[in-house]
């Protein structure tokens, strides 16, 4: 009972970078933005949050200056693809790539570097309830934000005038635009935010799933959250559920290993992307109900002179 308590919390904390990402990424495609840069913007806040934690030895200053530098790359990427019109997947993979290599080379003197002792959080009372206490109640503080974010997100899309104005952008842009609405404003505004969203996840990452800094620590996470959009058909709520499935693989692989199952390592550790593809051509068996649950302008450019 206690590994299983344990295996729950670890799926837990796994979950929540996938879950902050996702939604980030969520908010972009609601928009009408598909962003493939998601794995290059969560190596860049993760080595800028390491560095910020660091340096000024709180984490919360971590998680701040990872979602400064997410917000600013989503910022170019943004400018890039709804002022200047560029091709939204050559521009999305130039900042994955752009990512991976840039973090590589400002965080090659953190290599080998960790941060001080962690905190132990536990939530008063609960914390001490058996099973339920070291499953759910002694995890970082980011895990329960997350959850309260997704909420957030679910309400902001359907219950007010900004997240229809949102989801109208990503839907039909042209009659957004001819009811008033600043169709490129919303979208950068989207982008940026999941742009900050996808550096929290990335400080997450290092400041507090690890924490260390590697080069590549990323490890295809940025594409997971990627394709938690399609798994959650763009609703919030699902992006919760994809992303503890995904990280309760992860997690089950390691607990495998402990556990003594005479398996090849390799094989253990490509579990979570397997299951990835295995849940996309599930998906993707019914291509009505994607199309119909997909925003329609989807990684389409704007022109408002049109």
């Not at 971590?62 to 790359?73: P, S």
């Amino acid at each position: 009972m206690n590994e299983l308590a344990l295996l729950v919390a670890a799926t837990l904390s796994a979950g929540t970078p996938l879950a902050i990402a996702g939604l980030g990424l969520l908010l972009n495609e609601r928009a009408g933005v598909l962003n493939l840069g998601a794995e290059g913007m969560l190596l860049i806040s993760a080595v800028a949050g390491f560095a910020a934690a660091y340096h000024g030895g709180s984490e919360w200053l971590g998680f701040a200056a990872g979602a400064a530098a997410g917000a600013a790359v989503a910022a170019v990427f943004g400018w890039l693809v709804v002022w200047l019109n560029t091709n939204q997947y050559a521009t999305g993979l130039a900042v994955s790539l752009f990512g991976s290599g840039f973090s590589a080379f400002v965080g090659i003197d953190y290599v080998g570097r960790q941060l001080g002792e962690k905190t132990a959080h536990a939530v008063p009372v609960l914390a001490d309830v058996p099973f339920l206490g070291p499953a759910l109640f002694r995890q970082h503080p980011m895990v329960y934000v997350a959850v309260a974010l997704v909420a957030a997100a679910a309400f902001f899309l359907y219950r007010t005038r900004a997240g229809l104005v949102l989801r109208a952008v990503g839907e039909s842009p042209q009659s957004a635009h001819a009811l008033g609405y600043g169709v490129r404003r919303i979208r950068l505004a989207a982008v940026v935010t999941g742009g900050a969203l996808c550096g929290v996840a990335g400080a997450f990452l290092s400041v507090v799933y690890t924490p260390l800094w590697v080069e590549g620590m990323v490890a295809g996470r940025g594409w997971i959250a990627l394709a938690l959009t399609v798994f959650a058909t763009w609703r919030p709520g699902r992006i919760l559920l994809g992303a503890y499935l995904f990280g309760g693989v992860t997690m089950l692989q390691l607990h495998l290993q402990a556990q003594g199952v005479q398996m090849p390592s390799q094989f253990m550790a490509m579990l979570p992307y397997v299951a990835t593809v295995v849940v996309l051509v599930l998906i993707s068996r019914n291509p009505l109900w994607i199309r119909l649950n997909m925003p329609a302008s989807l990684g389409k450019p704007f022109f408002p002179g049109a």
